[in-house]
């Protein structure tokens, strides 16, 4: 007993919060759980149900309450030691700077601390927080010590400042990353919409990680008939798992992490898609799914080996 309360990775997840559905911590939470993790869950707001939704209520919480919650007492009063920091949507630029000024000591103090960061900006070309939280994410991403990062395209294009919508403009934009953020040591996009492969119907997940190779990886995924919310909230809980929870006798390297990630993921999104079209026509229009059914496929997380989606390509950078 001893013994596994020992090896039992913990980890502070510091994201959004909805009481019905399962975006941010509601998407990470039970994935993390179920694959052996002690989750310490801070919400930075509580809603209803996320914004994807005709209506929500709910509130943000302040920037002392974060503070103080973590500062205070997670890090001051009980002196808890983490393995790993994920991070995800913070309510206003105080929070954030606030928020990552806190993570980043202690990644700097403890070098077992991993900070997994997803910089929660936006989707689909519309911003989600306030404009100045773009240079204050390129800020912090300069200044951190980032385990990974997971960015989806939209995001992407901010943080590096240029639009990627090529193989070509993916390549520059890694480049372009690297050369602005060198303390993020991994990245993963977390989709990309790429017109080299409109005719395939598929996007693009891509991963690069600084401390391997000079090459950016990348996976071709077949659409799913259907836009999903929380998808890329549960790609950043599975990928801190993955590669911080010790599953094999070695760290695996990102590539393949992602690649077994992917695959659990797409898994879940079919499922979630078949469950949503049980009284629909197969071939309607895309549908928008506003909830994963991450109970429902439980046995799906339960793998312990877990296939991968496929063979990366690669591009050298």
């Not at 689909?124 to 939280?133: A, D, F, P, S, T």
């Not at 990886?217 to 836009?227: E, G, L, M, Q, S």
């Not at 393949?256 to 695959?263: A, H, I, K, N, R």
């Amino acid at each position: 007993m001893t013994s596994t309360l020992r090896t039992t990775k913990k980890v502070l997840s510091i994201q959004s919060h909805v009481i019905h559905g399962y975006v941010g911590n509601k998407a990470a939470t039970f994935p993390l759980q179920y694959r052996g993790w002690d989750v310490d869950v801070l919400n930075t707001v509580q809603f209803s149900n996320h914004p994807g939704y005709a209506h929500f209520t709910g509130f943000k919480c302040s920037t002392e309450e974060l503070v103080e919650i973590v500062e205070k007492g997670l890090v001051g009063a009980l002196d808890i030691k983490y393995d790993a920091v994920l991070s995800g949507y913070l309510p206003n630029v105080q929070a954030l700077q606030k928020m990552a000024g806190i993570v980043g000591r202690m990644c700097e103090e403890d070098d077992n601390v991993q900070w997994v960061l997803d910089p929660v900006l936006g989707d689909n070309g519309r911003l989600y927080v306030e404009e100045q939280c773009v240079a204050v994410y390129q800020d912090i991403m300069h200044r951190s010590k980032i385990f990974l990062a997971t960015p989806n395209q939209f995001e992407m294009e901010l943080l590096v400042g240029m639009p990627i919508r090529t193989l070509d403009d993916a390549k520059r934009g890694f480049e372009q990353f690297h050369e602005k953020f060198p303390r993020v040591t991994r990245v993963v996009v977390t989709s990309l919409e790429l017109s080299d492969f409109f005719n395939d119907n598929v996007y693009v997940v891509a991963g690069f990680d600084s401390s391997l190779s000079d090459e950016v990886f990348f996976y071709k995924i077949p659409k799913i008939n259907a836009t999903f919310s929380g998808s890329g909230d549960l790609i950043s809980a599975l990928l801190t798992d993955s590669l911080l929870n010790g599953h094999g006798p070695i760290q695996q390297p990102l590539s393949t992490s992602l690649g077994q990630v992917l695959w659990l993921v797409t898994t879940i999104l079919q499922k979630t898609y078949e469950l949503n079209v049980v009284d629909r026509v197969p071939h309607d229009e895309a549908i928008r799914i506003k909830d994963l059914k991450l109970i429902q496929c439980k046995d799906i997380l339960k793998r312990n080996l877990v296939p991968s989606i496929g063979k990366p390509e690669t591009i050298k950078i």
